[in-house]
């Protein structure tokens, strides 16, 4: 994969440098006036480098405002004739792609009701060959970081070069504070995966409510994420489509001026020398953590030899609900969380389940220990 953006936007694209990639616009346009209007106090905050209105919209029920289609990509064009922002919207198939292009947009994202669908996103991706434009692609709605990788994957044999990734959290079932949830553990391992892809993070369809986004935007920056989409709205509450997350342009420059951007990586040698010496202390408790899993292993081992020997089964769940609550309140004690605790310790019971599991096939894996 050749990925330029995080090189473009640091050398290239003026309004970048040092500071997060800024996307800014309403959730749709509306009508040329709500475009204009919103655009033109955008232009006034420096750190917004891209105008994004949504042109077609994936509404979860029919009967919803669905965009105002091509008739909107003209009052793009004139924004960026007007204002000098680039200009975004959100394609979901090829007329989509070849529209956009025609009025000269500049970034085209992946919105996450498309990413899921690998047949869509590679009609976009044939539609993209030979074009140079910036494409972000949102995670799919649900936590699949494969999908997500392979949906980047189809865009980038397009040829596109200029290719960023959108985190903007996942659907659930259960209800939660935000919309979507973060699991930002994703485009954590995202980053590890694909290192030179910048990931965007969008605070707005993520949280679904105004009110957290500036913390979401905190963390993002925190995480050393390269950039941020807000939507924002001159008048949010009378929004057509998500109106309970939009913000004023004015109270985007409020919250950005809150956000405290910390630098990467540390240059002060005495700053490098702690550092070095708490990480080193981590290493060794990592080290501890494998030695004792380890040890945990092999008695699960020797248990499994025992119930082997006798003929009872390898499941306990009376034993296993026993530890899982007291482990859960101990962490409690220790500052954990519940979720954390109960993550890692199903995750340790499967493994010695696994254990047992070999010990009473003599030594042959069995499916459970290979999913
Ligand atoms: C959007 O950005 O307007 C949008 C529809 O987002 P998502 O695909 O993240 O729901
Ligand atoms: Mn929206």
Partial sequence: MVLELKRFLANEWKGYKGRPFLISGPCSAESEEQVMATAAELAQIPEVSVFRAGIWKP???????EGVGSEGLKWLRTVKQETGLMVGTEVANEKHVYEALKYGVDLLWIGARTSVNPFTVQEISDALKGVDVMVLVKNPINPDLELWIGAIERIARAGITKLGAIHRGFSTYEKT????QPNWQLPIELRRRIPD???????SHMSGKREYLFELSQKAMDLNFDGLMLESHTDPD??????AQQITPGELKE???????????????KLLDILGELRQQIDVFDDALLDILEKRMKVAETIGQYKKDNNITILQPTRW???IRKVVV????????????????KAIHQESINHQMRIMNNGIDTPAETS
């Fill in 238 to 243: 009378h929004a057509l489509s998500d109106a």
């Fill in 197 to 203: 892809i910048p990931i965007i993070c969008d605070p």
């Fill in 177 to 180: 504070i935000y919309r979507n």
């Fill in 330 to 345: 101990h962490g409690q004690v220790k500052g954990l969380s519940s979720g954390m605790i109960d993550t890692i310790f």
């Fill in 321 to 323: 609900d026993e530890i």
């Fill in 255 to 269: 919250l950005l001026s809150r956000l405290i951007l910390r630098s990467p990586v540390a240059s002060d040698p």
């Fill in 59 to 65: 509404r979860t029920r029919p009967n919803s405002f």
